[in-house]
T-cell receptor
Framework: AQSVTQPDIHITVSEGASLELRCNYS??????LFWYVQSPGQGLQLLLK??????LVQGIKGFEAEFKRSQSSFNLRKPSVHWSDAAEYFC??????????FGAGTTVTVRA | DAGVTQSPTHLIKTRGQQVTLRCSPK?????VSWYQQALGQGPQFIFQ???????QRGNFPDRFSGHQFPNYSSELNVNALLLGDSALYLC?????????????FGPGTRLLVL
C-alpha cells in the first residue's frame, strides 16, 4: 500500500521569500503524485501533478515540484511567496487502484 | 463549467442518527470518490464509485455506504453516527476512461455529531 509523509507540520515564511515543502512517498511502482492546497473551511484545489515524463512539473499560482525517484520525494517549491499562499498543503500519491493516499499536511503561515 | 458540488454545506446530527451527503461530479466525469477529513488531518479514502458500483474501499466500517446514480452523481450514507464521525466529508470526481486520472474535489460537507 502507498503512503505519504510530510515531515513539516508548520512552516512560517516571510512574504517574498522562497518556500519549499517536503513530501516523501512509499510505493513499490511508479507513483502518481499530486499537490493540493486547502484554504480554511474549503475543499482541496489541485496545484500540480506528476504522472510521467519530465520530473520538474509546473503548476498553478507559480508553484513547481520535482520528482526524485532515488529519494522517493516530490517537494513543492515557490520562488516568492505571497500573503495569499497562506493555507494548508497536502501531498498525495495515487496508484493503479485509483485511490489517493494523503499526507497529514503542512500549514504555511506568511508573515508581512 | 460547473465543478464538483456537494450538499449540504453543513450538518449537525446526534449520535445514533443517520445522514446522507450528496455529490454532483464535474461535467464529463464518471467516477466519484469520497474522503473523510478529520480536524487537523489529511483526507482518508472511504470508497470510490464507477459505473454505479463500489470499486475500491478504504478502511471504514459498513456503517459507511454509498450509491452512484446513472447521471454519475453520488450519495454517501452513514448510519448509527458516532462522535468520531464528525469531520469534513469531501467528494472528488474524475474521468476514468483514460486510465489513472486526476481527482477534483468539491468544497465538502462539514458534519458535526453531538
Amino acid at each position: 500500500a502507498q503512503s505519504v509523509t510530510q515531515p513539516d507540520i508548520h512552516i512560517t515564511v516571510s512574504e517574498g521569500a522562497s518556500l519549499e515543502l517536503r513530501c516523501n512517498y512509499s510505493y513499490g511502482a511508479t507513483p502518481y503524485l499530486f499537490w493540493y492546497v486547502q484554504s480554511p473551511g474549503q475543499g482541496l484545489q489541485l496545484l500540480l501533478k506528476y504522472f510521467s515524463g519530465d520530473t520538474l512539473v509546473q503548476g498553478i499560482k507559480g508553484f513547481e515540484a520535482e520528482f526524485k525517484r532515488s529519494q522517493s520525494s516530490f517537494n513543492l517549491r515557490k520562488p516568492s511567496v505571497h500573503w495569499s499562499d497562506a493555507a494548508e498543503y497536502f501531498c498525495a500519491v495515487g496508484a493503479e487502484d485509483y485511490k489517493l493516499s494523503f499526507g497529514a499536511g503542512t500549514t504555511v503561515t506568511v508573515r508581512a | 463549467d460547473a465543478g464538483v458540488t456537494q450538499s449540504p454545506t453543513h450538518l449537525i446530527k446526534t449520535r445514533g442518527q443517520q445522514v446522507t451527503l450528496r455529490c454532483s461530479p464535474k461535467s464529463g466525469h464518471d467516477t466519484v470518490s469520497w474522503y473523510q477529513q478529520a480536524l487537523g488531518q489529511g483526507p482518508q479514502f472511504i470508497f470510490q464509485y464507477y459505473e454505479e458500483e463500489e470499486r475500491q474501499r478504504g478502511n471504514f466500517p459498513d456503517r459507511f455506504s454509498g450509491h452512484q446514480f446513472p447521471n454519475y452523481s453520488s450519495e454517501l450514507n452513514v448510519n448509527a453516527l458516532l462522535l468520531g464521525d464528525s469531520a469534513l466529508y469531501l467528494c472528488a470526481s474524475s474521468d476514468r476512461k483514460f486510465g489513472q486520472e486526476t481527482q477534483y474535489f468539491g468544497p465538502g460537507t462539514r458534519l458535526l455529531v453531538l
